[in-house]
């Protein structure tokens, strides 16, 4: 969609949003920042993160401090204070999200639980569809160049992130 007024334009792009962790990554501003990216909104606004690209020589470390922190979501009335995720806005975007789920399950193997972290093969079918609800989607990547090829292969992308110390790193990312 596009809402023009005046002069400015606001293109709406979609969504399926992608954030890249490389190696050098300050791991604990990383996990608290993808904390609130993959789940503060409920997967309910466009630039939700819902792709995780992790380089391979931190992605356990990465991911089993995230599985931790998703552990102490609290979960509840958005208006209470201490509440990370609040509702879903509709009984249709439940029935999405759920449906979505069992999408999920279809193609990957795992455990689920509310909100939800899947590790799953970059060529499901899934991870190339917009769920709007908080589930993460996490691939192991090599290098810089693998994490911009899967970060790009979606047909949606309205934003996209990276976590390195870098600049030549950044440099590279932002000319791809």
Same mark, same amino acid.
């Given at each position: 969609a596009c809402f023009c007024h005046g002069m400015v334009c606001l293109l709406e792009l979609s969504g399926n949003n992608a954030i890249i962790v490389m190696d050098d990554a300050d791991i604990q501003l990383a996990v608290r920042s993808m904390l609130f *990216?993959?789940?503060g909104t409920a997967g309910q606004r466009c630039t939700t993160c819902c792709r995780l690209l992790l380089h391979e020589s931190i992605y356990r470390t990465f991911l089993d401090q995230l599985v931790e922190v998703y552990k102490q979501v609290r979960i509840g009335d958005p208006l209470e204070n201490g509440t990370l995720l609040g509702p879903?806005? $509709?009984? *249709?975007s439940r029935d999405a999200f759920l449906k979505g789920i069992? $999408?999920?399950?279809?193609q990957s193997e795992g455990n689920f639980v509310q909100p939800t972290i899947v590790e799953i093969s970059?060529?499901?079918p899934v991870v190339r569809e917009e769920l709007f609800g908080p589930v993460l989607y996490v691939m192991k990547v090599q290098n810089l160049k693998e994490a911009v090829e899967i970060n790009n292969s979606v047909p949606q992308g309205l934003s996209s992130?990276?976590?390195t110390k870098r600049p030549d790193i950044i440099f590279k990312w932002i000319d791809n």
């Open positions: *990216a993959a789940v879903l806005h $509709t009984p *249709a069992q $999408t999920i399950r279809s970059l060529s499901a992130s990276i976590f």
